[in-house]
């Protein structure tokens, strides 16, 4: 058994934990796993025939397709191919109607794949990811990504771009990936230019590249879940959004609008270690103000800082909650190792050791491991009490083991049944109603070292989290779709900040 993380609480350190063995006998537990793709069947005709043989790319009726990879080995742990698409037409262009297909050869007829976005200029919430199969395999070619938008996208604009679309997929395995075979690959295109072997569909009428014979891309692959109504329930509604467009830590807006920054000593984390609010920083991003936090260390408890903001009100409870953040496997500058902590969580106060109305909800990113895990690890966990000494846990948790880096939008619901966790749209876990909350909570962003054994050297360095927004509603569960539509309906209206939650 695998043993969940501890509290993220601000009072209780994490450290001078007994094994992992001896946590894991503690903790009452129920693991679920992370959502997978449904294994994709294999076509089994078989009219082989090379890309260079392919006919003629389409090229008009306004829509191109660029490309290039970020990783140009004939082999990988993830295929990297970062899309921009652009409209050459003279009409404005709904990008919910755009489809874009991406081929390749799967390695196995059993191989199943997962989509992740890292990065995109109109943010990863707006884009979907499919696999499908094709009808008439050839020896370069027998699946494809199908990149789709939400209406939450918008539209594209004559002459305009999407920007960039920095995507990935890779093996459920994580197993490595052969591309040199793959159809739409190139280790050599490394700068965007035009690339006909992605076609791009609009309206369900193909308009640009090229497919593998026999392929031309006519209907979209079968959804493996059936379509979310867009349209939010009723009930409830108050929200808190956050854009987090501040110059700094001191910035009064920042205090006036509900968050504090910590400074105040204590766990979790490395004894010894302060938690420096000037750490807390806001950076632009191609004209998009993202908050970062920091924690460095040069191997001691007295020179490693901390960093964390939360809501000053516990005022938040059943509802949804949501955050993009960019977690990172490697530091900024420095040797890496060190067994950080990244998180997105809510949490309200321990007032006695298993008091039984506790509450706490994490996303937790270890990118080099921790608490007995050897590598990068995710945990959703749904808390419902703990003992700090000696240590007991009654929790549940979800975990992938795999890499995060770049980033996610992560979206947790609490209703009065059950708490669902999402990551990049897909359900990541659900956890049972024993894990409800009975009081209000905070909203926190950390990133902390659970020790200093990862990395023990004394040269400095230090690790970046950044977030782009935070989403509270009230009393209503979202979908991923009606998340992605709030937020950008928000900023479309040039709303930075709003806090319609009312005090507890």
Partial sequence: MSTPSTPSTRSTSRTGHTGLSARAALALT????????????????????????????????GLAVQYRTSASGATADQTEPWLKLRNTGTTTVQLSQVKIRYYFKADSPTATYR???????????????????????????????????????????????????QLRFYQSTWQPLNQSDDYSFSGTQTAYADWTKVTAQLAGTNVWGTAPAGNTPTDPPTPTDPPTPTEPPTGGGQTLFDDFSYTSHADPALSNHGWSVRSNSGGPGVPGATWDPSKVTFVNQSGNTVMNLETSSAGTGSTTTHTEILTKATKFKNGTYAARVKFSDAP???????????????????????????????????????????????????????????????????????????????????????????????????????????????????????????????????????????????????TPAQVAAKIASLRSAGTAFVDEVPAS
């Fill in 30 to 61: 129920a693991l679920v796993g992370s959502a997978a793709l449904a294994t994709l069947p294999l076509a089994t005709a078989s009219a082989s025939t090379t890309a260079s043989t392919a006919a003629t790319a389409a090229t008009g009726d």
């Fill in 115 to 165: 989509f992740a976005c890292s990065w995109a200029v109109k943010g990863c919430s707006v884009l979907t990811g499919t696999f499908g199969t094709l009808a008439n395999p050839t020896a370069t070619a027998d699946r494809y990504l199908e990149i789709g938008f939400t209406p939450a996208a918008g539209s594209l604009a004559p002459g305009a771009d999407t920007g960039d679309m």
């Fill in 332 to 478: 900024r500058s420095g040797p890496d190792g060190d067994h950080i902590v990244q998180t997105f969580f809510t949490i309200n106060d321990l007032k006695a050791p298993m008091a039984d109305d506790y509450a706490e909800y994490d996303f937790e990113y270890l990118p080099n491991g921790g608490w007995g895990e050897p590598a990068n690890i995710l945990y959703t966990t749904s808390w419902e009490t703990y003992n700090p000494d000696p240590w007991q846990a009654v929790n549940q948790h979800s975990e992938s083991r795999q890499s995060f880096t770049g980033w996610h939008d992560l979206v947790v619901t609490i209703d009065n049944s059950k708490i669902t966790y999402y990551i990049d749209g897909a359900v990541f876990g659900t956890h049972d109603a024993a894990y409800l909350p009975e009081r209000p909570m905070s909203i926190n962003f950390n990133q902390w070292l659970i020790d200093l054994n990862g990395q023990t050297s004394t040269t400095p360095r230090a690790y970046d989290q950044q977030v782009d927004y935070v989403l509270h509603v009230k009393d209503q569960v979202l």
